[in-house]
């Protein structure tokens, strides 16, 4: 019997300074180490001598931002993504979660491989320096448990998923970014950008490196965090965190903004990958993963079209089109104030803001959270184009487990993010650190679990949070199609 552990979306960061609500959920006290450290002890005692590997499914370490914490953008560096800065900000990562390195060690002393597949904040892991550093850590973490162990042997173990991992025995791991509009890249294989410049960044990560990495008082794992209601709730945030401070919120956004849309409409222009080069990538993807190259290509066509290719999108996610109106607004009422009489000069002013009113209520927003609904015909077609009944995302932070269609299974893993709803970080929103177990025999799934870890105990992840007792191997017996839908509806995408 082999087994399978997939985590996703452990968001592991750089420590904060102690400033109060500023970023506090990223300060050491809100960091998993501990409980991931415990679980792993326990899994560790539950298979025994058995074979099995972990995933890490995607946004394992956040790199996007990963060096920057000053509120102003004119004092953070410039974070396009290339090879130093993300390596710097992993290795950063790595030595603050000494204690969670430690249990991966022991986890790569006795697995058969440790896999991680690339997500859409940990896209760095592309980079040769950002994987050797990753493996000396883990190698070094490794001997530290077993000196005999070889070095090249442990090295080995650990693999790099680009896009999607396939275990062999039936089960296909992929974050899911390429399914969500602004988080998507046109090319999950070719990250990089052929301009020397880095990544290439999705709307969302260009977003919190440019904008959220420097307001510290929104956490972007919480969507309700920043996403405050319209005007009346942002005014309401500024008067209790910002009003009288040194931090401008305005200017933050502002500047912010302006540089995101800069990035986002001069990386459109950067030079696409030959067809030579894209053909050769999805060559070796499909031999990485037991594929044709045409089921490759037809796992690539279900992705979405990315949000920033489009300027206009970008400009109004980013409120950029409604500055824009409004300061030509009061230029045009300006100048015609200063050349005709008053009444002329109210009746532009009243027409302006008819037009801006009118435009708001005419131009369409994105949706970003409709992708969501699609996501089991996406795990369904996956599992028909290879063949695999079981489906694992993550990148929702929505821990789910339900039935496809012709008896397969979509799970989604959930989030070990430091979630909260307020800076105080005093209502956390999604604290289930949950994962997945499958167990598979002669090349098949017998059970594939959506557990959680939950008062230093596993427990089936369920809306009535059931738990196993202590001691007890929790799939076995279990029929893994036997699926009752159980999603958390409180989650919030990264």
Same mark, same amino acid.
Request: charged letters at 20%; glycine letters at 10%; hydrophobic letters at 40%.
């Given at each position: ?7 996703s ?6 420590e ?26 326990q899994?560790?005692?539950?298979v025994e001598? &058995? ?6 499914n995607?946004d394992?370490?956040e ?11 004119s ?12 390596a ?5 990562? @790595?030595r ?12 790569? &002393? ?10 859409? *904040?940990?896209?760095g892991? *592309? ?9 000396? *850590?883990l ?12 070095p ?7 693999v790099?998923?680009?896009w ?7 089960v ?10 602004a ?11 052929d ?7 999705s ?43 040194r ?6 956004w ?8 800069? *990035?986002?409409i &001069? ?22 993963a ?8 037809? @796992?690539r ?5 990315p ?10 996610e ?7 109106l409004v ?17 002329i000069a ?16 005419? &131009? ?26 079981v489906?694992?995302f ?24 430091p979630?909260?709803?307020?800076p105080?970080?005093t ?22 679990t ?6 230093d ?6 809306p ?5 007792s ?12 036997e699926l ?11």
């Amino acid at each position: 019997m082999k087994h399978t552990f997939v985590f996703s979306d452990l968001h592991l960061a750089v420590e904060a300074p102690d400033q109060g609500v500023w970023m506090r959920f990223r300060q050491r006290r809100f960091f998993v180490d501990g409980d991931f450290c415990r679980l792993v002890d326990q899994l560790l005692a539950q298979v025994e001598d &058995a074979p099995f590997e972990v995933v890490f499914n995607g946004d394992t370490f956040e790199l996007d931002g990963a060096n920057a914490y000053n509120h102003l953008a004119s004092e953070r560096p410039q974070d396009l993504g290339n090879e130093s800065s993300e390596a710097l900000g992993l290795d950063r990562i @790595l030595r603050d979660h000494s204690d969670l390195v430690t249990a991966l060690g022991r986890l790569l &002393a006795r697995a058969d491989r440790i896999v991680f597949v690339t997500g859409n *904040h940990d896209l760095g892991l *592309h980079w040769p320096t950002s994987r050797q550093i990753l493996r000396r *850590h883990l190698v070094r973490a490794a001997r530290a448990v077993d000196a005999s162990l070889d070095p090249a042997a442990l090295r080995a173990r650990v693999v790099f998923a680009p896009w999607f991992h396939r275990t062999g025995d039936g089960v296909y791991v992929e974050h899911g970014q390429q399914y969500d509009p602004a988080s998507a890249t046109p090319d999950p294989l070719l990250p990089g950008r052929d301009d020397g410049r880095g990544l290439w960044q999705s709307f969302g990560s260009a977003g919190y490196r440019h904008v959220l990495g420097g307001i510290g008082t929104m956490n972007p794992h919480n969507n309700r965090s920043y996403l405050l209601g319209g005007v009346i709730g942002y005014l309401r945030h500024f008067f209790r965190y910002y009003l009288g401070r040194r931090r401008s919120l305005v200017r933050s956004w502002l500047v912010g903004s302006i540089r995101c849309a800069r *990035h986002m409409i &001069a990386q459109r222009r950067r030079p696409e990958p030959g067809t030579a080069a894209r053909w050769d990538e999805l060559a070796r993807q499909a031999g990485r993963a037991g594929l044709t190259t045409h089921q490759v290509r037809r @796992l690539r066509g279900l992705g979405v079209r990315p949000l920033s290719d489009s300027p206009y999108a970008v400009l109004r996610e980013l409120w950029l089109d409604r500055v824009a109106l409004v300061t030509a607004a009061l230029v045009v009422t300006g100048a015609v104030a200063l050349v005709a009489p008053g009444w002329i000069a109210l009746v532009v002013m009243a027409l302006a803001l008819g037009g801006l009113i009118t435009y708001e209520r005419l &131009a369409s927003d994105n949706d970003l959270d409709a992708y969501q609904d699609g996501l089991e015909g996406k795990a369904a077609r996956i599992a028909r184009v290879t063949g695999d009944p079981v489906v694992l995302f993550g990148h929702t932070h929505r821990p789910c487990r339900v039935r496809l269609p012709h008896g397969g299974t979509l799970i989604n893993t959930g989030s070990w993010a430091p979630s909260f709803a307020d800076p105080e970080c005093t209502r956390p929103v999604d604290s289930h650190r949950t994962f997945a177990w499958i167990r598979s025999a002669q090349g098949r799934p017998q059970s594939a679990t959506l557990l959680c870890w939950q008062d230093d105990r596993i427990a089936a992840f369920a809306p009535s949070g059931r738990d196993f007792s202590e001691g007890s191997r929790p799939l076995r017996g279990m029929n893994p199609f036997e699926l009752r839908t159980s999603c958390d509806a409180t989650g919030n995408q990264a």
